[in-house]
């Protein structure tokens, strides 16, 4: 059945206008019927509690609505059925429904008791020893108490009220907060900054990617003409070569010919019994004349194009090498690019924590001095009164005893090296320190560009840029280096049954570096590989 209908004044008006010609009016909703028509008039008591109904403030309070559920603060002083509180007192702890609430506004001594939205956690209010509202902030103890508790367990402590202790707490939480509100908004521009970061690594590495690959397609595509060129010219050099051996042979198969035509005409003579006639015959015979072909021909030895092989072999051997040096280049730039800056790792303190960095080396040759003899593929260096025939390189020191390491120093690196003799400088340089000449700019720790460590049998002195800085400590005939290129720190040890610091440096690498050693005559130096 459906509930009751409910009519405004002109719609039940005009229902009884059409059945004027009844005479009988019918109510809309019962169909009960009335004569005469009757007078309507307004259900003022009814329309108030419509209005009322429809006040917001109202509208919880509705039947049905007002009573509290387990989930709502029920009202502390409803008997039978709570109603459900909308609003709790912090003065005098209790929970008041909306007609329990009223009767606090009106008495003037209630007025100033704080209201607060529906708690259930007023009994933490309480004290549990006195039973009395805590409205008061013991700052020896941190903690709130009541009044009766200054006179007895917190007699002589450092109290205040506790809105007084609110009010200073509340100001450190706005400023707080305001902190707060400023590290977002600065960590929003760092997020913001971030995502630029990361849209120009992005655009900045395909980019690289793109350059790279037409370096490289130009390297190929020039590998290819040479090889091309290469195959031309040999093809040309030998059609000319075979036309020449082809001409000469064909003139040497026409004299064979000739040879032929006259052997048989002699052979003819020789059998001619009659001796007149042989001897008729005998002048008129030509006489034979030198070969003018076969004398001409010099035939090397089978070699041919091999010596062509050989060139391209060490034009290959020459790239390799130049694209293994410069391929660590390639891989520390990849390697250096570091957006974020982290902090920096702890340096090793142990020889086994080193170790975990250790980097086998070898030294180039190219760079060797002439009086530096290499043994120990490569690894060790000694220095000798008779120059070495090494073939002439650009890169050979030509004045000073020193050689460099083939391989880079990158990132975090440890190597050791053995030295014996009248002394031996240990260095790192940058590879464009210059070869040629007597100045300083091609002498370890004589320029900017190189880090050098002085050992002889009684000292060490460590000399950068032509300032040179006397090492105390024990003198090793074992001395460790530590390289960490990004973070910009070399170090020297000496190594025995313990690792002793004797320099340290703290600077800015911005170019690769090499291991480097210089020698004095009947010195020698080794890389060697940690046991």
Not at 194 to 218: G, P, R, Y
Not at 276 to 299: D, G, K
Not at 433 to 460: A, P
Request: aromatic content about 6%.
């Amino acid at each position: 059945m459906s509930g009751p209908l409910h009519y405004c004044m002109d719609c039940i008006k005009d229902h009884w206008d059409g059945e004027d010609q009844r005479r009988k009016y019918s109510c809309p909703q019962c169909r009960k019927e009335f004569i005469p028509r009757p007078a309507l008039e307004k259900n003022f008591t009814l329309a108030a509690l419509v209005e009322d109904v429809r006040k917001p403030g109202l509208r919880a309070a509705a039947p049905g609505h007002c009573y509290a559920e387990p989930e709502d603060v029920a009202c502390d002083v409803c008997t039978g059925r709570k109603r459900k509180a909308v609003k709790s007192c912090l003065s005098s702890p209790a929970s008041y429904c909306r007609n329990h609430l009223q009767p606090r506004y009106d008495a003037p001594p209630l007025k100033r008791h704080k209201l607060v939205n529906p708690s259930r956690t007023l009994q933490d209010n309480i004290c549990s020893r006195h039973d009395e509202v805590m409205k008061i902030f013991c700052r020896t103890d941190q903690q709130c108490i009541c009044y009766l508790c200054t006179m007895e367990e917190h007699k002589g402590h450092e109290t205040v009220p506790a809105a007084a202790e609110r009010a200073k707490k509340q100001k450190k939480l706005r400023e707080s907060r305001q902190q707060i509100h400023q590290r977002i908004q600065d960590q929003k521009e760092d997020v913001k900054l971030l995502q630029q970061e990361v849209e120009a690594i992005n655009h900045s590495a395909d980019k690289t990617v793109e350059d790279s690959e037409k370096i490289f397609t130009e390297l190929i595509r020039l590998l290819q003409k040479r090889s091309s060129e290469v195959k031309q010219q040999i093809r040309s050099q030998q059609e000319t070569e075979v036309s020449r051996v082809k001409d000469v042979q064909e003139k040497l198969e026409q004299e064979i010919t000739e040879l032929k035509r006259k052997d048989a005409e002699l052979e003819q003579l020789s059998h001619t019994e009659d001796h007149t006639q042989f001897l008729l015959n005998y002048p008129s015979l030509p006489a034979l004349r030198e070969s003018t072909h076969s004398s001409s021909i010099n035939i090397r030895p089978l070699r041919h194009f091999e010596d062509v092989t050989a060139a391209v072999t060490e034009s290959r051997d020459i790239i390799q090498d130049v694209l293994r040096d410069t391929w660590r280049n390639i891989k520390l730039k990849i390697t250096e690019v570091d957006v974020l800056l982290s902090g920096p790792e702890p340096e090793p303190k142990t020889r086994r924590e080193f170790l975990r960095y250790y980097q086998e080396l070898s030294l180039d040759p190219n760079t060797a001095h002439l009086k530096l003899l290499l043994c120990k593929k490569n690894r060790k260096a000694r220095c000798v009164r008779h120059q070495q025939s090494y073939p002439d390189h650009p890169g050979r020191f030509s004045v000073h005893k020193q050689i460099l390491s083939r391989e880079n120093l990158t990132g975090r690196c440890y190597y050791e090296v053995e030295w014996s003799g009248g002394g031996v400088n240990i260095a790192v340089s940058n590879k464009n320190i210059s070869r040629s000449g007597r100045s300083n700019g091609c002498s370890f720790g004589f320029n900017d560009k190189s880090w050098s460590l002085r050992c002889d049998t009684n000292s060490c002195t460590f000399s950068h840029n032509k300032v040179q800085t006397p090492v105390p400590g024990p003198v090793s005939s074992r001395i460790g280096v530590y390289l960490d290129h990004r973070a910009g720190i070399l170090s020297f040890y000496s190594v025995s049954e313990t690792m002793t610091l004797l320099h340290r440096v703290q600077t800015r690498f911005t170019q690769p570096l090499h291991a480097g050693i210089r020698l004095s005559e009947g010195s020698s130096a080794e890389f060697v590989k940690p046991k």
